[in-house]
């Protein structure tokens, strides 16, 4: 989900929490690389959905990953950019056939998708020419933005980097509302091949706003750059407001110059488009290790033309209630510790990941606290399949809104405290980093939700 904090300091998105008042970041800019000056944002073509015959709220569809010629790999054929757009709306009962075409065993994993673990299996690999098919509904709520990508362990890097990835948009009832009916609804999927992170598949393309305010859906689908985003006009900051990080809406907009999106999350933002001009959307200098050793560079990613007399929308003033989860009345408090063993290998509790091991155990219906520290040098982005959590403090700052999110970026040496309600069904499922070749080098954990009480241990009963 799109991580709020920015540096080492309490920053929502680039406006620090001040006694209660958002007060604007002052950052200063620079225009060292080239402009975004490439083609049109590109338009993703959409997944082929049908509706069997007497079953009008199911959408059936089908993906296959596939080689897509020159070491490049593709769900469905498409190329060279992502694959096909799932969208789809909350209430539907979702039937998505997948097929291995490849020629080393792979998966499908919709990326925070609500699901129960037996359907997102990510423990299943199937070999080449094996199928399955992922059957659930998508519950009130739900709407947001978010993407499939493989979960074959030990292989997700290589696969991810050759093009397997495409994004899923849910919608819900208050996207008819006209706050975000008519506003000009833009993705923007930013993977990588070789040196270059594209968006959409193409090198810094340019939007044309089609109305005065414009929905900036953002997707971090590269296989390991942190990316810190900001609007700027000449070479300024320009605010935008949040409305969604990855698993849902907010209860309102909140303001920000800038965003950091770790290796999976997303963030829907609203941005003001009725002044005549140009906009950049640059990812800036970021800082992965704590030495200050790796960063990224200040870059425009992408442009946004914006013409004269469009009509002015109003900033929606609420979106949807978010739940307040009690932490008083958490069965258990754990604390996972993110680090690396020196000989090539990232860890979770000093283990690397076994296939045949359960990590944890919780009892479905029960509400946990999990503090995920990282003693690595260099920041983790956090995945918990399944189950959606809360992030209640950071360092112990509390956290200044609620949301639901599934990814949450871990700096290095600092301490995340999560709220993890286990709802719904239970089973076997996986936690891990989502920098690719982390997950690939053993920082993955098994978690098992079970009925009734959970054992007292946080491991599994044997082989810990």
Same mark, same amino acid.
């Given at each position: 989900?799109?991580?709020?904090?920015?540096?080492?300091? #309490?920053?929502? +998105?680039?406006?620090? !929490?001040?006694?209660? /008042?958002?007060?604007?970041?002052?950052?200063?800019?620079?225009?060292?690389?080239?402009?975004?000056?490439?083609?049109?944002?590109?338009?993703?073509?959409?997944?082929?959905?049908?509706?069997?015959?007497?079953?009008?709220?199911?959408?059936?569809?089908? #993906?296959?990953? +596939?080689?897509?010629? !020159?070491?490049?790999? /593709?769900y469905n054929g498409t190329g060279p950019g992502p694959g096909p757009l799932l969208r789809l709306r909350e209430g539907d009962r979702v039937r998505l056939a997948f097929r291995n075409d490849l020629d080393a065993p792979s998966s499908l994993h919709l990326h925070g998708v609500p699901m129960p673990p037996a359907t997102d299996a990510p423990l299943t690999h199937l070999a080449p020419g094996q199928s399955d098919v992922r059957e659930f509904t998508l519950p009130p709520g739900s709407a947001s933005t978010y993407w499939y990508h493989p979960h074959a362990h030990g292989d997700v890097e290589r696969q991810l980097l050759a093009g397997l990835a495409g994004p899923v948009v849910v919608t819900g009832p208050l996207d008819d509302q006209p706050a975000l009916r008519d506003a000009d609804d833009r993705l923007l999927m930013f993977t990588r091949t070789g040196r270059d992170v594209l968006v959409n598949g193409a090198t810094r393309p340019v939007i044309t706003a089609r109305a005065g305010r414009t929905r900036l859906r953002l997707l971090n689908a590269t296989v390991g750059d942190h990316l810190l985003l900001a609007l700027t006009r000449d070479d300024k900051p320009t605010t935008a407001h949040l409305i969604a990080p990855d698993s849902g809406l907010l209860e309102r907009p909140v303001p920000l110059t800038e965003i950091l999106?770790?290796?999976?999350?997303?963030?829907?933002?609203?941005?003001?488009?009725?002044?005549?001009?140009?906009?950049?959307?640059?990812?800036?200098?970021?800082?992965?290790?704590?030495?200050?050793?790796?960063?990224?560079?200040?870059?425009?990613?992408?442009g946004i033309d914006v013409p004269a007399d469009l009509r002015p929308l109003e900033l929606p003033t609420s979106l949807l209630p978010v739940e307040k989860v009690d932490p008083a009345t958490a069965v258990r408090t754990r604390r996972l510790l993110l680090d690396a063993d020196g000989d090539g290998f990232y860890t979770i509790d000093g283990r690397t990941f076994a296939h045949d091991r359960v990590d944890l155990r919780a009892a479905r219906g029960t509400l946990e606290i999990w503090e995920v520290e990282n003693t690595h040098s260099m920041d983790h982005p956090f995945h918990l399949h399944s189950y959606a959590v809360q992030v209640l403090d950071r360092d112990g700052k509390a956290e200044p809104f609620r949301a639901w999110r599934d990814t949450i970026n871990i700096p290095t040496g600092t301490t995340v405290r999560l709220a993890v309600p286990f709802r719904g069904e239970g089973g076997r499922t996986v936690y891990h980093c989502h920098i690719a070749a982390h997950e690939d080098l053993?920082?993955?954990?098994?978690?098992?939700?079970?009925?009734g009480n959970a054992r007292s241990d946080e491991g599994p009963a044997s082989g810990r």
């Open positions: 989900m799109a991580d709020l904090v920015s540096r080492r300091s #309490l920053i929502i +998105g680039g406006v620090v !929490a001040t006694a209660g /008042a958002f007060v604007p970041l002052v950052r200063t800019l620079t225009s060292a690389d080239a402009p975004a000056d490439g083609p049109p944002l590109p338009e993703l073509p959409e997944l082929d959905l049908k509706t069997p015959q007497g079953e009008p709220a199911t959408r059936t569809g089908a #993906l296959t990953a +596939g080689s897509a010629g !020159a070491g490049r790999l /593709a999106l770790a290796p999976g999350e997303r963030a829907e933002i609203l941005v003001e488009t009725t002044t005549p001009g140009r906009l950049t959307l640059r990812a800036l200098p970021y800082f992965v290790y704590g030495s200050g050793g790796q960063q990224s560079t200040d870059r425009p990613m992408a053993g920082m993955m954990g098994i978690l098992e939700v079970t009925e």
